[in-house]
């Protein structure tokens, strides 16, 4: 997965595919999860469609100042957030959605947006960022956790619109799901990081957490221990 920050590696994105159901929710600060963060939409689906209302925990609603200033609001996704996030991914630039999903996708089905906007709450959750811009208000940016129990470590993903890169939203939503693993009792986040992508290590490195890096072709699988 690749970690988030408002990074961008300036490199002509090489000309190759990979389908959608092996990458997960993670980019333009350049995160990339995989796997459970990704995994297809599945029978349990309709269950949190109807779940995920009910279970809203409205406590980790907050507000934040960013670097430059500006106030933003940070809430748990909803199921609602669909036509918001559909928003948000066709605004990336064709870089963005590169280094988000290794590939350069054109387009993001109503199905699998569902699948990103319901989650439990427990075992995966997601932080959205909501900025007013121009009068109205606009979902900026996007963290989330899919926990894997076995090891009981959770596989970590941020996205932040082009144009609020660069301003601490996703260093805060790193430091904000920290918190809230954490007191869920997960041990740690993985990510899989580009070997190129030296911005965002560096925002893992000076995260505070012991970290642990492991190099598979032009990948790095990423460990942060809490």
Same mark, same amino acid.
């Given at each position: ?126 932080? %959205?960022? *909501? $900025? #007013?811009?121009? &009068?109205?208000?606009?979902?900026? =940016? ?5 926990? !894997? ?28 799901? %920290?918190? *809230? $693993? #954490?007191?869920? &009792?997960?041990?740690?986040?993985? =990510? ?5 992508? !030296? ?28």
């Amino acid at each position: 997965m690749r970690l988030d920050h408002g990074f961008f590696i300036h490199s002509s994105p090489p000309k190759r595919t990979m389908t959608v159901s092996r990458v997960g929710w993670v980019t333009a600060f350049l995160i990339y999860a995989h796997k459970s963060l990704n995994s297809p939409i599945n029978s349990s689906w309709e269950k949190l469609l109807v779940d995920s209302s009910r279970r809203y925990p409205k406590e980790l609603e907050t507000y934040a100042t960013i670097r430059d200033g500006t106030r933003i609001f940070f809430r748990p996704i909803k199921p609602s957030d669909e036509p918001l996030m559909r928003k948000l991914f066709y605004s990336f630039s064709e870089e963005s959605i590169y280094y988000r999903f290794f590939s350069v996708l054109k387009d993001m089905t109503y199905e699998q947006l569902q699948h990103y906007v319901n989650v439990d709450y427990e075992e995966k959750m997601a932080i %959205v960022a *909501i $900025a #007013k811009e121009k &009068g109205s208000e606009r979902l900026v =940016a996007v963290g989330r956790y899919a926990l !894997t129990p076995a090891s009981n470590m959770a596989e970590f993903a941020v996205i932040v619109q082009d144009s609020w890169q660069n301003r601490g939203i996703g260093t805060f939503l790193l430091e904000y799901l %920290v918190q *809230i $693993a #954490k007191k869920r &009792g997960i041990r740690g986040f993985t =990510a899989e990081v580009m070997t190129d992508n !030296t911005r965002m290590l560096h925002v893992l490195e000076k995260s505070g957490y012991a970290m642990e890096k492991k190099r598979l072709n032009n990948t790095y699988q990423v460990t942060l221990k809490f």
